[in-house]
């Protein structure tokens, strides 16, 4: 089946480059390091031994902080390389991790893995979510690289697409070295797969969070010192989501919104709809503080969500409010900022719902009901210091992933 599967992937390949191109419209940087993602004239520049993060992209990127930490201080003679599939995903990892060796994970082509392993001979490879490439998987135990799937997530719906193909996915899954996942249902969704290797319940790394002080400072200078309204940011929105916002938005809305599209490609886009709105707003890029009139200030700018989010009062999911499962709601969480979030909560179902009966987090059934729990909260300031204090409480529960996955790797070579 590997072998069909190959072929089809060459048969597709000569199709990348347009796709590749159409993106780079939106974004110019898809234009960059091509021959990484296909493989070809690859080189390392380092002569220490690698340890591989693969993060497909920023939600993934920003949450290793802590295990990319933890790494250099366990295995200070290492070199920490990180992996990306998106543009985004990579420019955050720069900004985050500058002494991490950045590279774009090369398409599941048989040469392409073959090279990128033979280039870099990672000692060990930690591979974030459940990112499933059959050859990069195949080829790593051929190569004899320990390879863990991290803070993998199988929801049920997942399971019931895989498990109409687990004569393919078992055999791939079983060339992996372990699997660390989330949570029991995870867990328990890949037993049933059938897969025979390490199986064992880390939590989520993403509760794992560190903030630099530099988050502060620009949240700081961003509100100013003569901005007094409330802050309410919508974050990660999703397309058609943000004209649900602005449509649902009451006249005279006395506090300031926060929009922080989830693509760097839709800035453009959503603010469009602010002119066509003929509401007053503010563009980040315009590195500016808050104006006393401004009704909506635009999050266009990449790894910043921190700052955003420590000068709102009130954080608002995206993704929630359109079919695209939600977004990740620790962050928020992690910075005592009471979180409400739509019925579209399929990618972090067991967070949602612990937040929830925790009471540091609330549901609403459509965007004009979110608002009225915005206001219900902001005038109600017994009820939302109880849901702040209860964010500390919920994060500190759930806090510890990254050192298991130190603790499960410990035995595979690798040395202090």
């Known amino acids: 089946m590997r072998f069909i599967y190959s072929i089809l992937i060459y048969l597709i390949a000569p199709f990348i480059p347009l796709y590749l191109i159409k993106r780079a419209k939106k974004n110019p940087d898809y234009k960059l390091f091509w021959n990484e993602r296909f493989g070809f004239n690859l080189q390392n520049k380092t002569h220490r031994p690698i340890i591989w993060i693969h993060a497909v992209s920023v939600g993934e990127t ?3 902080a802590k295990l990319i930490e933890l790494l250099g201080v366990q295995y200070p003679d290492y070199q920490i390389m990180l992996t990306q599939m998106t543009p985004t995903g990579r420019n955050t990892a720069k900004i985050l991790y500058p002494n991490t060796y950045l590279h774009y994970l090369p398409y599941d082509m048989p040469h392409a893995v073959i090279n990128f392993y033979k280039t870099f001979k990672p000692a060990i490879g930690l591979i974030m979510e459940t990112e ?4 990069l998987i195949y080829y790593a135990k051929k190569f004899q690289v320990p390879l863990f799937l991290v803070n993998a997530r199988l929801s049920d719906r997942s399971f019931r697409s895989y498990y109409k193909a687990c004569f393919v996915i078992r055999p791939v899954l079983d060339n992996l070295t372990g699997i660390l996942c989330q949570d029991t249902n995870t867990r328990n969704n890949f037993n049933k797969l059938g897969y025979s290797g390490q199986l064992d319940i880390m939590g989520s790394i993403k509760f794992d969070l560190t903030v630099d002080q530099s988050h502060y400072a620009l949240a700081g200078f961003l509100k100013g010192t003569n901005f007094t309204r409330k802050i309410i940011a919508f974050g990660s929105t999703r397309e058609g989501e943000e004209q649900l916002i602005l449509d649902a938005m009451p006249d005279q809305f006395e506090h300031l ?4 599209p989830r693509h760097l490609e839709r800035f453009i886009e959503v603010e469009q709809l602010l ?4 509401l007053k707003y503010q563009k980040r890029s315009a590195n500016e503080s808050l104006k ?11 790894g910043e969500m921190f700052a955003y989010y420590i000068m709102s009062d009130i954080v608002v999911m995206g993704g929630s409010f359109v079919p695209f499962g939600g977004q990740n709601l620790i962050e928020p969480l992690y910075l ?3 979180v409400i979030f739509g019925t ?3 990618n972090f179902m067991q967070i949602s719902k612990d937040a929830l009966d925790m009471e540091c987090a609330l549901q609403a059934n459509n965007i004009s009901e979110c608002f009225v ?3 219900r909260l902001l005038n109600e300031p017994t009820k939302y210091q109880k849901l702040s204090k209860n964010c500390n409480k919920f994060i500190s529960r759930y806090q510890g992933a990254s050192q298991i996955v130190i603790d499960h790797i410990k035995s595979y070579k690798l040395y202090k």
Do not use: C, E, F
């Open 344 to 346: 579209s909560m399929y």
């Open 275 to 278: 002119i066509n709105k003929n």
């Open 257 to 260: 919104i926060l929009i922080i």
């Open 373 to 375: 729990l915005l206001n």
């Open 292 to 302: 006393p009139d401004t009704q909506v200030l635009l999050g266009d700018s990449l």
């Open 132 to 135: 499933i490439w059959p050859n």
């Open 336 to 338: 005592h900022k009471p």
């Open 62 to 64: 920003r949450a290793v």
